[in-house]
């Protein structure tokens, strides 16, 4: 089994999420570390989901050079005490290397990053990142070692840079959205790209989210423009989808899919489908294995949340109270803790314990 490698948190789309209509996925673990990236995942409540449907393979690089199956990881020191997440998955990507042993830049080298880099919140990024550079040194042979480390720290650099810059939200009537901020958002994000990545690797790692983010910003400015009668407008958007490249198209319409499973799920929470005819939503879209893996993570979903409801309820009513001192009040705090959860969850529920605290 793969681990599902689109997730939000590196999401590395140049504009917001709502306008690409991508998916929002499984939520993916908190973390309740100081950096800015861990920051972005503490924002996620729910299991993450390590399944992956047949369409995630579509993106792969056609034939982008041998694989480094010489050099493929036989220590596996990177094992050791894996995250709860990644156990009994699969690597996502696959590294390569060319006849001289030199690292060959692909989409599958940022795919390894992100599948280890998806653990952020079980196990801090340090971690994370040394048990890359584990992988790394196992897998790629020396010269193509230096090179495959120089780009972790650099994608790390993108997405912690990244994860500080206030994003656009645009208007639920997306024909009223803000071109000029949009562009601006874009601009910024491509010049974090191009301080901390050389151009074949922002190139490798983002050609296809690049595209696709000037196909919608396109497509915004053809239903903005007030010249265009309607009639105009859908023919020169039918013109503009027509004109995309093939794997463009894909990507459109699996992020549309995703899209559409997104809306089934909270269509069902607002009690507008039943669980019969979400199941069949989710079976035509993505066939009856998948929709029955996507019941499972609902199941787990809720389990989750009703046990985060219940401590976080617990936890107020003892905060408030407590005739405790701090330290006191501190230490039975973790010992309730433990109780309600597993070891490999509790630095997660910490993570929204505080983010719940800044909110209330």
Same mark, same amino acid.
């Given at each position: ?23 929002? /996925? ?74 001289? /042993?030199?690292? #060959? ?31 790394? /040194? ?142 069949? #939503?989710?079976?035509?879209?993505? /066939? ?73």
């Amino acid at each position: 089994m793969t681990r599902f490698s689109v997730i939000m948190l590196f999401a590395c789309l140049t504009i917001p999420a709502v306008l690409l209509v991508a998916f929002t /996925g499984p939520d993916t673990p908190a973390n309740d570390t100081d950096t800015p990236l861990a920051n972005l995942s503490a924002q996620r409540a729910l299991p993450v989901n390590n399944t992956r449907t047949d369409t995630d393979n579509k993106h792969r690089d056609p034939d982008p050079g041998p694989a480094a199956g010489n050099h493929a990881p036989n220590n596996r020191t990177w094992r050791h005490n894996l995250p709860h997440s990644l156990a009994g998955t699969d690597i996502d990507g696959q590294l390569r290397v060319d006849a001289d /042993g030199k690292l #060959l830049i692909t989409r599958d080298l940022r795919l390894v990053f992100d599948y280890f880099l998806s653990a952020l919140g079980e196990e801090p990024l340090d971690v994370i990142l040394s048990r890359i550079r584990s992988y790394l /040194g196992d897998a790629l042979p020396a010269p193509a070692l230096a090179s495959a480390l120089n780009l972790m720290q650099g994608y790390v650099n993108v997405l912690q840079e990244r994860s500080e810059l206030r994003p656009y939200e645009p208007p639920l009537d997306l024909a009223q959205a803000d071109l000029m901020a949009i562009r601006s958002q874009k601009q910024a994000l491509m010049d974090i790209n191009e301080r901390h990545l050389p151009p074949e690797a922002i190139e490798a790692f983002f050609a296809e989210d690049i595209a696709f983010d000037q196909f919608m910003l396109s497509r915004l400015e053809i239903l903005q423009n007030d010249e265009l009668g309607e009639r105009e407008k859908a023919q020169q958007i039918r013109l503009l989808e027509e004109s995309l490249p093939e794997k463009i198209t894909q990507t459109r319409a699996r992020r549309q899919r995703f899209q559409d499973l997104n809306d089934y799920r909270l269509a069902a929470e607002r009690n507008e489908l039943d669980s019969t005819e979400l199941h069949n #939503l989710r079976e035509q879209a993505v /066939g009856s294995d998948a929709a029955k893996r996507l019941a499972k993570l609902d199941q787990q979903r809720e389990a989750w949340k009703r046990r985060l409801d219940d401590w976080m309820n617990e936890r107020q009513q003892l905060i408030q109270s407590s005739t405790l001192d701090e330290q006191t009040l501190s230490q039975e705090l973790d010992a309730r803790r433990q109780l309600h959860f597993e070891p490999h969850e509790l630095r997660r529920v910490r993570a929204l314990e505080s983010l719940w605290t800044k909110g209330s």
